[in-house]
């Protein structure tokens, strides 16, 4: 007695217009501008960094780690280095506590609220950084003639005009608006994926408000927040324009320092040297972030 059963049909192979419409081939030309435009120009860079530069401005051989010597070595530049983590770093946390509040009534409020803070969040973006860094120099100008000094003078809240232009509050302010949507929409993406109805148990059972935030919307939000520090705090950093038009000599940062030496000095190797130390201060705290997110992920899959 024979089998009548068909036997299963072989697979037959993909035409090749369908493997080459395959996502992992639909990326590469993406994967090449970077690697043309982006990887290559910065391995460059970084390479100048352990150069020599001759008399004659040719960067080469032989190999030196001198340049990083010299950075550490002089304290100007320490300074600078530390003035670049420290406003960074400051610009982060209270764009974080600020962008709270807002994230939650983008995620919670009615329809209309949503709308209109968005539309105050986002219609900054469409403005040159040029342009605001110009604005606020005419709001906090160091004279009378300054906005907010002017304000503070007509209210008689302050006797005499405050020193706000030129400072790091200034670039902290300015580096705020600019970097302030990076923080909060993130952190609006993950508090849109948090269940109401487990803040409304925490409340039902007797927990303060401030409670609820701490075990409940804080963990859940977690990889929002983490999402828009890094963001926030590698943007910051890398900040050029607020620096040099609102920072003023006292407030200068990595970046305008690179700039110096490569543009005025012509000292390609040291401003390469400047610049490999600013991606090593993004690259360790995108790392960090990536790792705190990692051994969140671990710990609930193993629950």
Same mark, same amino acid.
């Given at each position: 007695?024979?089998?009548?059963?068909?036997?299963?049909?072989?697979?037959?192979?993909?035409?090749?217009?369908?493997?080459?419409? #395959?996502?992992?081939?639909?990326? &590469?030309?993406?994967?090449?501008? %970077?690697?043309?435009?982006?990887?290559?120009?910065?391995?460059?860079?970084? %390479?100048?960094?352990?150069?020599?530069?001759?008399?004659?401005?040719?960067?080469?051989?032989?190999?030196?780690?001198? @340049?990083?010597?010299?950075?550490?070595?002089?304290?100007?530049?320490?300074?600078?280095?530390?003035? $670049?983590?420290?406003?960074?770093?400051?610009?982060?946390? !209270?764009?974080? *506590? %600020?962008?709270?509040?807002?994230?939650?009534?983008?995620?919670?409020?009615?329809?209309?609220?949503?709308?209109?803070?968005? &539309?105050?969040?986002?219609?900054?973006?469409? *403005? =040159?950084?040029?342009?605001?860094?110009?604005?606020?120099?005419?709001? &906090?100008?160091?004279?009378?003639?300054?906005?907010?000094?002017?304000?503070?003078? @007509?209210?008689?809240?302050?006797?005499?005009?405050?020193?706000? &232009?030129?400072?790091?509050?200034?670039?902290?302010?300015? +580096?705020? @608006?600019?970097?302030?949507?990076?923080?909060?929409?993130?952190?609006?993406?993950?508090?849109?994926?948090?269940?109401?109805?487990?803040?409304?148990?925490?409340?039902?059972?007797?927990?303060?408000?401030?409670?609820?935030?701490?075990?409940?919307?804080?963990? %859940? =939000?977690?990889?929002?927040?983490?999402?828009?520090?890094?963001?926030?705090? +590698?943007?910051?950093?890398?900040?050029?324009?607020?620096?040099?038009?609102?920072?003023?000599?006292? #407030?200068?940062?990595?970046?305008?320092?690179?700039?110096?030496?490569?543009?005025?000095?012509?000292?390609?190797?040291?401003?390469? $040297?400047?610049? =490999?130390?600013? *991606?090593? !201060? *993004?690259?360790?705290?995108?790392?960090?972030?990536?790792?705190?997110?990692?051994?969140?992920?671990?710990?609930? #899959?193993?629950?």
């Amino acid at each position: 007695m024979t089998d009548t059963r068909a036997a299963p049909l072989a697979e037959t192979p993909r035409p090749l217009l369908q493997r080459l419409q #395959s996502p992992s081939l639909l990326i &590469l030309p993406l994967l090449i501008f %970077l690697l043309v435009f982006f990887f290559m120009p910065a391995i460059k860079l970084m %390479l100048f960094s352990i150069m020599t530069q001759d008399a004659q401005g040719r960067v080469g051989a032989p190999l030196t780690i001198a @340049h990083y010597v010299r950075f550490f070595e002089v304290a100007l530049y320490g300074e600078i280095l530390w003035t $670049t983590i420290r406003i960074a770093l400051i610009t982060s946390v !209270i764009a974080a *506590v %600020l962008a709270y509040p807002v994230a939650t009534v983008l995620v919670r409020g009615n329809m209309t609220v949503t709308r209109i803070v968005t &539309l105050i969040i986002i219609a900054p973006l469409a *403005v =040159s950084v040029v342009v605001r860094a110009y604005g606020w120099q005419l709001i &906090l100008g160091n004279g009378p003639t300054g906005l907010l000094n002017y304000i503070l003078l @007509h209210l008689g809240l302050i006797q005499q005009p405050l020193a706000l &232009l030129f400072s790091d509050t200034a670039v902290v302010v300015g +580096s705020l @608006h600019i970097f302030f949507p990076m923080m909060v929409l993130p952190l609006a993406s993950a508090l849109g994926k948090i269940d109401p109805n487990l803040e409304q148990a925490g409340r039902t059972l007797g927990a303060p408000a401030w409670k609820v935030f701490w075990r409940i919307t804080l963990p %859940l =939000s977690l990889p929002g927040l983490l999402a828009g520090v890094t963001l926030v705090f +590698s943007l910051a950093a890398g900040s050029y324009v607020i620096p040099a038009l609102i920072g003023g000599p006292g #407030s200068q940062m990595l970046g305008n320092l690179a700039e110096q030496q490569i543009v005025a000095v012509y000292d390609w190797p040291f401003g390469a $040297t400047i610049a =490999s130390i600013l *991606v090593f !201060i *993004v690259i360790s705290i995108n790392a960090l972030s990536m790792k705190i997110l990692g051994g969140r992920r671990f710990r609930a #899959s193993v629950k």
